[in-house]
């Protein structure tokens, strides 16, 4: 019976959306993505220019801000951690927002040479597609709402969040969902990031990343000889953590990604260390290994003397959490699915579900509904120097975006 309710439901949404895209206002709002291009893809040209390598985000989070007030955002602000965020005010102050983001960040460390340009018609240069498509993404339908008077029952949030890359570990989402003064009032989340129309991510692919240091007296290697060795400590422990068993399904990996230490090649080290990336959709499965890497260490660390027997110290470790974002997954049956669903049927767009880590993890983990979704287009050597976008189907991605949102925002006529 719950089969053919859902399937009722479903024909329901797919009969919301043809209304909607029907409606002369949303019609005028697609014509603008189309006539406007040149202007989009010279915001994209303007906005992967300045650099916004992790945790120095603030150049171009001023970048925004100056976009979100011309486009005739309220509220617009940069908040406590960097995000840039401007309210399309609601018909309805009593529904729920729909937020609509993009992260700014990239992964460059400051100083890379970004090479921003434009040959034809493609575009190229470091962060050009990731995620200068979503950034521009969420400018394109701000302006092209307003440009067409769609008149919208709640709220939309547009944020520009920091923090999405590596080692910004989603800070950005995490405040937004976590601290901010919008944390009740969000209703679906609709992340937009990179490229493409092909996938949704429904999964929240979760990591846990760690610092693993061992210690120890160091010393001569001639005339401390005997001295306990941190890099061959470790090494053990490396290779006693990598017999932990890694099933296919729910997927994990584990990743040792970088190894250091030791001063010079007679000299005993006194420390050396790694870097372990482990990830899953399963929460589970993640805090299984992650027990496994301390019984590996621990364990290893246990059969060395707590003191040498000169008296120095002997071996200690220390292990770091670096990362942490959690896992999750959509519930199948959840509104924003059926209404993408419907939405890339009502386009002709085949997209398959993906697992992936996103600014979605944030709002998955927190059981609200969120999905992430490319802006348009077509890109390639994202995380690369060589990264580039072809702005040609940029339209469907952005129709796309512009049908989901409004099916989950609701048009007041
Ligand atoms: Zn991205």
Same mark, same amino acid.
């Given at each position: 019976m719950a089969f053919s309710a859902s399937i009722g439901t479903q024909t329901a949404v797919q009969q919301q959306i043809a209304r909607l895209a029907a409606l002369r206002d949303v019609h005028a709002a697609m014509e603008w993505f189309r006539s406007h291009e040149p202007e989009l893809r010279d915001w994209q040209l303007e906005v992967a220019a300045i650099p916004a390598p992790p945790f120095g985000e603030g150049p171009r989070a001023e970048w925004l801000h100056s976009r979100f #007030?011309? $486009?005739?955002?309220?509220? *617009?602000?940069?908040?406590a951690v960097g995000n840039v965020v401007g309210v399309r005010p609601p018909a309805d102050p009593d529904q729920k927002l729909v937020a609509v983001t993009a992260h700014i960040d990239t992964v460059f460390a400051a100083g890379?040479? $970004? #090479?921003?340009?434009?040959?034809?018609?493609?575009?190229?240069?470091?962060?050009? +597609?990731?995620?200068?498509?979503?950034? *521009?993404?969420?400018?394109?339908?701000?302006s092209a709402l307003r440009a067409a008077k769609v008149r919208l029952s709640a709220g939309l949030l547009f944020i520009g969040n920091v923090g999405e890359e590596g080692e910004g570990d989603l800070r950005g989402m995490r405040h937004i969902f976590c601290e901010s003064a919008w944390k009740d009032r969000i209703?679906?989340?609709?992340?937009?990031?990179?490229?493409?129309?092909?996938?949704v991510v429904t999964q929240a692919l979760g990591s846990r990343r760690f610092q693993v240091t061992i210690q120890?007296?160091?010393?001569? +290697?001639?005339?401390?000889?005997?001295a306990p060795n941190p890099? %061959?400590?470790?090494?053990?422990?490396?290779?006693?953590?990598?017999?932990?068993?890694?099933?296919?399904?729910?997927?994990?990996? /584990?990743?040792?990604? *970088?190894?250091s230490g030791g001063t010079s090649v007679n000299s005993i080290p006194e420390s050396a260390s790694m870097r %372990?990336?482990?990830?899953?959709? +399963? @929460?589970?499965?993640?805090?299984?290994?992650?027990? /496994?890497?301390?019984?590996a260490v621990a364990g290893v660390v246990s059969e060395y003397p707590r003191r040498a027997r000169n008296g120095s110290k002997g071996i200690s470790y220390e292990i770091q959490l670096i990362g942490c974002r959690p896992a999750a997954e959509l519930d199948p049956s959840a509104r924003i699915l059926q209404v993408i669903h419907a939405v890339d049927a009502h386009l002709g767009n085949r997209a398959r579900p993906h697992r992936a880590?996103?600014?979605?993890?944030?709002? &998955?983990? &927190?059981?609200?509904? /969120?999905?992430?979704?490319g802006a348009g287009g077509t890109g390639g050597g994202a995380h690369t120097l @060589?990264?580039?976008?072809?702005?040609?189907?940029?339209?469907?991605? $952005?129709?796309?975006?512009?049908?989901?949102?409004?099916?989950?925002a609701g048009v007041s006529q």
């Open positions: #007030n011309e $486009l005739g955002l309220e509220d *617009v602000q940069v908040d890379t040479p $970004l #090479n921003v340009h434009r040959e034809g018609d493609r575009l190229y240069g470091a962060g050009i +597609s990731d995620n200068g498509a979503g950034i *521009v993404g969420l400018l394109a339908l701000a209703g679906p989340t609709v992340v937009l990031d990179g490229a493409a129309t092909d996938t120890g007296p160091g010393g001569h +290697s001639w005339s401390d000889f005997g890099i %061959v400590v470790l090494s053990r422990a490396i290779a006693r953590f990598s017999r932990t068993e890694l099933p296919a399904e729910p997927k994990i990996s /584990a990743n040792v990604g *970088v190894i %372990v990336d482990i990830r899953s959709a +399963s @929460q589970q499965e993640m805090e299984r290994v992650e027990r /496994a890497l301390r019984d880590s996103t600014d979605a993890n944030i709002p &998955l983990s &927190l059981g609200r509904e /969120a999905i992430s979704i @060589q990264e580039w976008y072809d702005p040609a189907e940029r339209g469907l991605g $952005l129709k796309r975006a512009l049908l989901a949102v409004l099916a989950l």
